[in-house]
């Protein structure tokens, strides 16, 4: 029993992070038909805007301290972040402590801006390019971000911890009167489900509210009439790039602390976020986050002892299972619409 | 007893009877129209006949067999070929493969693994394919790109992909709207002469009175998903209900 | 080269009012197929034009080409209307200028309602006839309103297309082929919409194979083929020319 | 033999992870191999050459050619791994390959060595199929395996946390894994410690918390999680957030295992591995002179501290090298010789045998700790603990290692 | 002759005297000099040219001819590659009855995977077998090493019980793949001047193999069953109400391609007789559809070029190091040298992939029709030069059908 409630948990907790990461993909691919494998490159800049800014928040003078001596035997340097010169340790530290939550705030701008980039400089040109073509200079600029990325941090994964108040768990289990230990929780995946159902609410919200998703919708169901009815498409899509590049750079902010970035981060999820946009249904905002969400809880089921003792590797294939089963009984996915990216 | 019979066929869009018991006969080597205000059906009726769409109840019997839960290919196969309200054809390809395509498909069935053959070397099917686009005057386009054309030409193609295969029964949605005046005229002699000379039963929607009025031997008259009247022609001009409902006072 | 159009050079033209819609010596470009050679006309305010020629005479071409569609590619050339030079806009720019383009293909967006299609037209500024008003014009799409667009029939699918260039509000109306796939009683509806909004004063060029029709409801003509234009007067003049009908419009 | 060099120099291969996940560990391979040639043709300052027992190479590259190399790219993939080195081996007519970061990749490679008839010196792998069932004449391992690192570590464990515990294992689900798995199991259950649960997790891991989740409430007091690299940061990063090492079992602290370490590892997972015990190969802050001359070269050179990858290539480019020059030979099948069976001292793990029975070298092994208070960005592990050799050798047929056979050395063409 | 017209014929010419003259063509350097490093003219790489040709030739068939964008088809490689070994493990170490098994077996699985897979289209058929294609992956890596051998990849060992052969040689090693005796890997060298060329009997299989593979791919392309493919790819709808059934078709194109890929991964066991699970990766499938697009989708050469592009890269690339610039450009004074190694450094050696990035978005913006366009580029530009002015009728003549096997 607790161990369902504590995969259900767990799962919710996955799949909060698979629907937030497929979320922007749904937009640009989903929405705008094109096959971005960017994407998962989007998700690691937006991981490595909170290593850049926790970065630049220690950037540090160095003083010789005679007393200490370092690998080579010579007097060691020690490094003091200005942030800590400037506002004292204790305000200082504070500051640098809270990296990842401020990298929100940093991220957005910057997202933006190299969504708005990618968008007027790369991808305009090939709205009307076959999807192949798409694929091949996306993943060509995926490429390109990843190296530089690997150029400036490396390869190894760079640590960027939450804030200390968010760190550690707590005994979910105890507060609805189970056994201690018996479902515990850490804080920061509280947070970030909450973000998650935040950031996917509001993005639902702005299409679903305004006429823009309309717009969008028809635009990439027919660019050309669209113009003539005097509406400025490009301008709508950029618009859209943006969210996008947002939403999956502020998915890649918040996953830091859950698991250290690194410069590849982006590859390992852009298979999973391509399987869950098309099992929630090419076009459809609620099935692409159904489908996250789905996806993680029976993820989570599937690495239980009692299931694998059943059925052998089943956590290794149990996504690509799921992926078969309803794209074989449902023929646009959870909630696909007619008609998109069908041939 | 005609080659197609149509029985009490009803299909239903949600809340709107898109046909309501429809009877029809069409006799073998007429042609038929069918007319009526726009959405009475007639493109639905057609849908049903083709199996684009299943009648939620009735019968379509062509030839003495039921085409009803037969897929496209296999009605076709049957002897059924249409023409499209907008064109559809293979627009990657050029005009010549386009013809060349329902050759293959009367000449070898629904599925033949014909990949070690090559095309250039199969010279009846050419000679046939020539032919059909020398008929409709597109011989020297034989090479263009299909997307490329205008769209008169675009619906010209269509028909001769449909008469290659000199099909039993041949169903044509609005085959000429958008064609210029020559070529509708060259249309109806088109039509005519394989009519009489290949015995081929035809049925045609059109909302151009000259060419249904050139063409059709009977014609039934489709109003909100019912026959409303079926006669011949010079009847049907003169049918007072016929004239409000659908020609207008122009006619 | 880039000579300022003579906004009164119509030879044919006695009035002394400024063309109001001024195309001059536009060239225009598919990928590499020259299709658009130097077409020039003028449109006064409120006119009626009628622009005819065979299939893949350029005439799609050329509304493309003015509503600044981005294939045809335009390589030279003017485009003003009402003092505006379209020629250097996007195709929302002219539409928000007052250019309306009801396409030959009618181009209804998938995945949308008949109500979605039409609230698409009026997301931006200007906006011309009101949603009732439209569904007064055609009861049609009223009762049709939430069915998605696509699904329409062919006819619907026009009038839709029409309503939708009427949702905005237009100085210029370019009309496809209209009438294709009408039934005639629809067909004098619109007629006398035409005749209704030009006396509002818009503007219309139309193409239509049915030149009979078109050319009794325009004010004057131009015969366009190949690309280039080989008549331009009024649309009486036509009528009365026995030799120019039968070789450009087989009537 | 095969690439037998005529000419005054000598092409070495160096095939090493250059791009994805194991890059930054490639790289640092890539400057030790540098470092070592460097070395070898009598240029820097002779680095461990100066500690090493044998004394026969002279500085004047390897039997007096001098030595030139070529790079390659593995992309831990052992396809891709093969490419490069079978590229090395027939274009650039290297007579040697060396490097290497995952045991998929050695195994394969030495495969690849084994039959084209040049010497494989294995880089880091650590899996026990390298020199157990897998094992090749033409193929030799510096590095310690899974069974060393359980003989290690299992008395730490039980003088740390006592013959009462309860482990819980997560697995990496692939060879390497599961041989690691194996060995520490077998190793602490010797001690008296019960195995309450082996959880298999996919490579393909990036989050543990589902299998995290249900540790503590298995009754288990120990986690050991056997995931290296990516997997490993991970892990640990998610055991830690789950807050185990906060929580009391049994009565006793929650305790974390990670058997096998490295500092580039450990510097992926930050502060979460303060106080995590495991094993390692070797480490920079160690004091004898090899390992002082070792770190003073690299660092002086390219200003931080080796890794243990960079160490274990450094060693065997000398050791090969010296092999050769006594055996006088480049011939495979002579330099193979030299090294069977070789004992020497001053690599920085004290007295070393490479053992004729399997290619394995017997060492030294270090039981390492997350240090609690680092001093600088390298200072990140501790060694609690130098295992002497004798304490993690083990027979040549034991039955961890059983089921290859050496085979005969190919000298090739 | 062949039953193909001429311009097709002479693009087999072509293609044929390329593969046999490799050897020589990738060798265009003299060996040691500084430039050396060019040079792809050794066995594994001109194998692997091939190899991967046949590989994309194949899947061009199912992408390029019938528009479905498998995102699997590696698994079908690993299959073969597979199956080879085993072969090779169980029976014996010539090459024929491995091919041609792993030929079968991935013919067999392609099978299965496109009956199910082919229910969807668009880009749901692709996750379908991309989910396919994983799942083999991540089995073959953990639970069915059995089989497979997980991580470290399926090999020969001393104790295989060959029953044609036997399981080790006299001298205690491992015996060779070969072709009734002639082994694979033989080479023969000759050394003219200062260049060295090799000519490798695996290499000069795999060659004649790939002209076999080409020639069939040409014949199908032609063949009205490549026709109806290519109607597939543009309107299915109207295929059906023309009399034809789709299924067959697109499940005949998936075998066949299918069974290329089988093919390949067969020959690539043969020259190198491991299989590797990474084999059946997504990126392994991506890397087949990169080539294709790369080289040109729905051309006859294109996925062979593309195939080459990319495998010349990541083999040839990623060996210069910073020595070896240091070497090219030690003529100059040493602060230039040092600053121009400092700017081509990220570029090369572990920086390849960022050039493989760069050169991927080149060429899809400015040669959209891929490599193969820019070779008709050239073409075009030297035909302009020739017989320049002779037929300026861009009159209102719409363009010409591209033909499609350029
Ligand atoms: N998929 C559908 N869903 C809902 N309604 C539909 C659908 N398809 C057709 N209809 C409706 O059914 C009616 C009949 O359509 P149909 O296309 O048969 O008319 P039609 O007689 O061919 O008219 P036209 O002459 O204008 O082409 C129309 O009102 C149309 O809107
Ligand atoms: N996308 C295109 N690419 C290349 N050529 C085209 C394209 N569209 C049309 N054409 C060519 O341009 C010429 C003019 O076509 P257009 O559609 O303007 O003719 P039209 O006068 O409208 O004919 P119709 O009466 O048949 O609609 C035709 O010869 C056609 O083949
Ligand atoms: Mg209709
Ligand atoms: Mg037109």
């Known amino acids: 029993m607790d161990a369902i409630l504590l995969q259900t948990l767990n799962g919710l907790d996955k799949g909060s992070a698979y629907a937030l990461i497929a979320l922007g993909l749904t937009l640009i691919f989903g929405t705008l038909g094109v096959v971005n494998f960017a994407h998962g490159a989007l998700f690691m800049i937006g991981s490595f805007c909170a290593v850049t800014l926790s970065r630049l928040l220690t950037l540090s003078f160095e003083t010789v301290d005679p007393t200490k001596t370092d690998f080579l035997g010579n007097p060691a340097k020690v490094k003091t972040p200005y942030v800590e010169a400037w506002f004292g340790p204790e305000a200082g530290g504070t500051i640098i402590d809270w990296a990842v939550p401020l990298a929100i705030i940093f991220a957005i701008p910057v997202m933006i801006a190299i969504g708005y980039a990618m968008e007027r400089g790369l991808i305009k040109h090939f709205y009307k390019r076959p999807h192949a073509d798409q694929i091949l200079v996306t993943f060509g600029l995926a490429i390109v971000l990843q190296e530089v990325i690997k150029y400036f941090f490396g390869a190894n994964p760079i640590p960027t911890p939450a804030p200390e108040v968010f760190k550690g768990s707590f005994d979910f289990g105890m507060l609805i009167g189970m056994d201690a230990n018996a479902v515990i929780y850490p804080y920061w995946r509280m947070v970030y489900f909450f973000f998650a159902a935040l950031i996917i609410g509001g993005v639902f919200a702005f299409l679903q509210f305004t006429t823009f998703g309309m717009v969008v919708r028809a635009g990439m169901a027919d660019r050309e009439t669209v113009g003539l009815l005097g509406i400025n498409i490009d301008r709508k899509f950029t618009i859209m790039f943006g969210i996008a590049a947002a939403v999956a750079g502020l998915a890649g902010v918040m996953y830091t602390p859950i698991n250290s970035p690194n410069y590849h981060m982006g590859m390992d999820f852009l298979v999973l976020s391509f399987v869950v946009v098309v099992v929630g249904g090419m076009g459809s905002l609620p099935g692409a986050v159904l489908a996250g969400f789905m996806l993680g809880i029976l993820e989570s089921f599937a690495s239980m002892n009692a299931i694998k003792a059943i059925i052998p590797g089943i956590d290794q294939i149990i996504i690509y299972v799921v992926a078969i089963v309803i794209l074989l009984t449902r023929p646009r996915g959870l909630m696909g619409r007619k008609g998109v990216m069908e041939d | ?251 | 080269m880039n000579v300022k159009p003579d906004f009164n050079k119509n030879a044919n033209q006695a009035a002394t009012a400024p063309a109001f819609l001024s195309v001059w010596d536009l060239h225009a470009y598919y990928g590499e197929s020259y299709i658009v050679q130097g077409v020039s006309f003028n449109v006064h305010e409120g006119e009626i034009l009628a622009l005819l020629g065979r299939n893949g005479a350029g005439k799609t071409s050329t509304l493309r080409a003015i509503a600044r569609l981005d294939d045809p590619m335009v390589t030279h050339g003017e485009i003003w209307l009402d003092h505006q030079h379209l020629h250097t806009m996007k195709s929302h720019e002219a539409s928000v200028a007052g250019m309306s383009l009801v396409p030959e293909d009618r181009r209804i967006i998938a995945g949308l309602t008949v109500e979605e299609n039409l609230q698409l037209a009026q997301i931006v500024e200007p906006v011309g006839w009101s949603l009732e008003r439209l569904y007064e014009l055609f009861p049609r799409l009223g009762e049709r309103r939430k069915q998605e667009g696509v699904t329409l029939s062919g006819g619907e699918q026009q009038m839709l297309a029409i309503a939708r260039a009427l949702a905005r509000d237009i100085k210029v109306l370019l009309l496809d082929e209209p009438y294709e796939g009408l039934a005639p009683v629809i067909v004098d509806e619109i007629e006398k919409t035409l005749m209704h909004i030009k006396e509002q004063g818009i503007t219309t060029v139309i193409v239509e194979q049915n030149a009979v029709r078109a050319l009794e409801l325009a004010d004057r003509a131009v015969i366009l083929d190949t690309g280039q234009i080989v008549f331009d007067g009024t649309a009486a003049e036509v009528l009365e020319n026995e030799s120019l009908r039968a070789e450009y419009l087989a009537i | 033999y095969t690439n037998e060099p005529t000419g005054s120099t000598v092409t070495l291969g160096f095939n090493v992870p250059q791009t994805g996940p194991y890059a930054d560990e490639g790289a640092d391979e890539l400057r030790a191999y540098q470092l070592a040639v460097e070395h070898l043709n009598g240029e820097g300052d002779g680095g461990m050459m100066n500690t090493f027992s044998s004394k026969e190479l002279q500085g004047n590259g390897i039997l007096g050619k001098k030595v030139e190399f070529v790079t390659g790219d593995t992309q831990t993939k052992s396809d891709a791994a093969r490419a490069s080195a079978k590229s090395m081996i027939e274009k650039d007519g290297a007579v040697m390959i060396t490097g290497g970061s995952s045991s998929g990749v050695a195994i394969a490679v030495q495969g690849l060595c084994q039959e084209a008839g040049v010497i494989f010196m294995a880089g880091l792998t650590h899996s026990n199929d390298t020199t157990g069932k897998d094992k090749k004449a033409n193929g030799f391992r510096h590095f310690f395996n899974a069974y060393m690192s359980g003989a290690a570590l299992a008395p730490v464990l039980a003088a740390r946390y006592g013959a009462d515990r309860k482990a819980y294992h997560l697995t990496a689900d692939y060879t390497w894994g599961w041989t690691q798995e194996e060995s520490i199991a077998s190793a602490t259950e010797a001690l008296g410690w019960e195995t309450v649960e082996k959880v298999r997790t996919p490579l393909a891991a990036t989050d543990f918390s589902s299998y995290i989740a249900p540790v503590l409430n298995s009754g288990a007091d120990v986690l050991i999680l056997n995931h290296y690299g990516g997997n490993m940061v991970n892990s640990l990063t998610n055991a830690v957030q789950f807050g185990l090492r906060e929580k009391e079992v049994n009565g006793k602290n929650f305790e974390i295992v990670v058997p096998l370490y490295s500092r580039l590892m450990a510097k992926g997972a930050g502060a979460n591995v303060k106080g995590i015990l495991g094993s390692t190969n070797w480490h920079w802050s160690l004091q004898d002179d090899a390992s002082k001359a070792f770190v003073k070269s690299f660092g002086t050179k390219y200003g931080f501290p080796p890794s243990q990858a960079a160490h274990t290539v450094y060693c065997q480019t000398l050791l090969y090298a010296d092999a050769c020059q006594r055996a006088g030979t480049f011939n495979p099948c002579g330099v193979g010789q030299a090294l069977e069976g070789f004992e020497f001292d001053g690599l920085g793990n004290g007295p070393t045998l490479y053992r004729a029975d399997d290619h394995q070298c017997f060492k030294d092994v270090l039981v390492v700790q997350g240090k609690e208070n680092p001093t600088s960005e390298f200072d990140l592990l501790e060694v609690v603990e130098v295992t002497p050799a004798a304490q993690v050798t083990y027979d040549p047929d034991h039955p961890m290692f059983a089921g290859g056979q050496l085979g005969t050395c190919n000298p090739g063409a | 002759m062949l039953g193909i017209d001429k311009k097709d014929r002479n693009l087999l010419v072509v293609v044929a005297v390329l593969a046999l003259a490799a050897p020589f063509i990738l060798n265009p350097f003299p060996a040691g000099s500084e430039l050396a490093q060019f040079n792809a003219g050794y066995p594994d790489l001109m194998q692997r040219f091939v190899i991967f040709g046949i590989f994309a030739i194949g899947f061009n068939i199912l992408f390029g001819l019938t528009g479905y964008l498998s995102f699997g088809h590696a698994a079908f490689l690993g299959v073969g590659s597979y199956s080879a070994v085993w072969m090779f493990k169980l029976l014996s170490m010539n090459v024929l009855p491995a091919i041609i098994l792993s030929v079968i077996v991935a013919g067999l699985f392609s099978l299965l995977i496109g009956f199910v897979s082919l229910r969807r289209s668009g880009i749901y058929f692709s996750i379908l077998t991309l989910a396919f294609a994983q799942m083999s992956f991540n089995l073959a890596y953990s639970v069915l090493t059995p089989i497979t051998n997980g991580e470290t990849g399926l090999q020969l060992t001393l104790n295989d019980p060959r029953v044609l052969g036997s399981s080790a040689t006299a001298d205690g090693s491992i015996p060779v793949t070969n072709l009734f005796g002639l082994e694979m890997r033989s080479t023969y060298e000759m050394e003219v001047g200062a260049w060295l060329f090799q000519f490798n009997a695996g290499y000069y299989l795999c060659a004649f193999i790939m002209l076999a593979a080409f020639y069939l791919a040409m014949r199908i392309f032609r063949s009205p069953f490549g026709m109806m493919l290519r109607a597939i790819k543009t309107n299915q709808t109207r295929l059906n109400y023309t009399g034809l059934n789709s299924r067959p078709y697109t499940l005949a194109a998936f075998v066949i391609s299918g069974m290329y890929a089988g093919l390949a991964g067969g020959l690539m066991a043969s020259m190198d007789p491991l299989a590797g699970a990474e084999r059946m990766q997504w990126t392994a499938s991506g890397e087949v559809v990169l080539m294709t697009i790369l080289g040109g989708a729905g051309t006859m050469l294109g996925p062979v070029l593309g195939a080459g592009f990319i495998k010349y890269f990541e083999n040839i690339f990623s060996k210069i190091n910073d020595s070896v610039l240091h070497g090219w450009f030690a003529f100059l004074p040493d602060g230039m040298e040092n600053a121009l190694v400092t700017i081509v450094h990220p570029f090369v050696g572990k920086g390849w992939h960022l050039t493989l990035g760069l050169l991927f978005m080149a060429v899809v913006i400015f040669l959209p029709g891929g490599l193969i366009e820019g070779g008709q580029r050239i073409a075009k530009m030297f035909k302009k030069k020739k017989g320049s002015s002779s037929d300026d009728d861009s009159e209102h003549s719409p363009k010409q059908a591209p033909h499609v096997a350029e």
């Open chain 2, 1 to 251: 007893m005609g080659i197609l019979e149509v029985k009490g066929v009803n299909k239903r869009f949600g809340g709107l009877q898109a046909l309501g018991d429809v009877n029809l006969s069409v006799q073998e080597n007429t042609v038929h129209a069918i007319i009526g205000p726009n959405g009475a059906g007639k493109s639905t009726l057609l849908n049903c006949l083709v199996g684009k769409l299943i009648p939620d109840t009735g019968s379509v019997m062509f030839d003495g067999q039921s085409v009803l839960g037969r897929k496209p290919h296999e009605i076709n196969q049957m002897g059924i070929s249409r023409v499209f309200q907008t064109p559809e054809i293979f627009s990657d390809l050029t005009v010549m493969e386009n013809v060349l395509i329902p050759c293959f498909a009367k000449r070898d069935g629904a599925f033949r693994m014909h990949a070690y053959e090559s095309v250039a070397s199969e010279k009846e099917v050419i000679e046939r394919a020539e032919a059909m686009l020398e008929d409709v005057n597109m011989l020297d386009k034989r090479h263009m790109h299909s997307a490329s054309m205008s769209r008169g030409d675009k619906r010209r193609l269509e028909m001769a992909m449909c008469l290659v295969q000199e099909p039993k029964l041949l169903l044509l949605d609005e085959p000429t709207a958008g064609m210029a005046r020559a070529d509708t005229n060259n249309t109806i002699d088109l039509l005519k002469e394989i009519n009489e000379k290949r015995d081929i039963t035809m049925a045609i929607i059109e909302h151009d009175m000259h060419v249904v009025f050139s063409l059709a031997e009977r014609i039934t008259v489709l109003a909100q998903g019912t026959p409303l009247v079926e006669d011949t022609p010079e009847n049907i001009k003169g049918h007072p209900k016929v004239q409000e409902a659908y020609l207008g006072q122009a006619h």
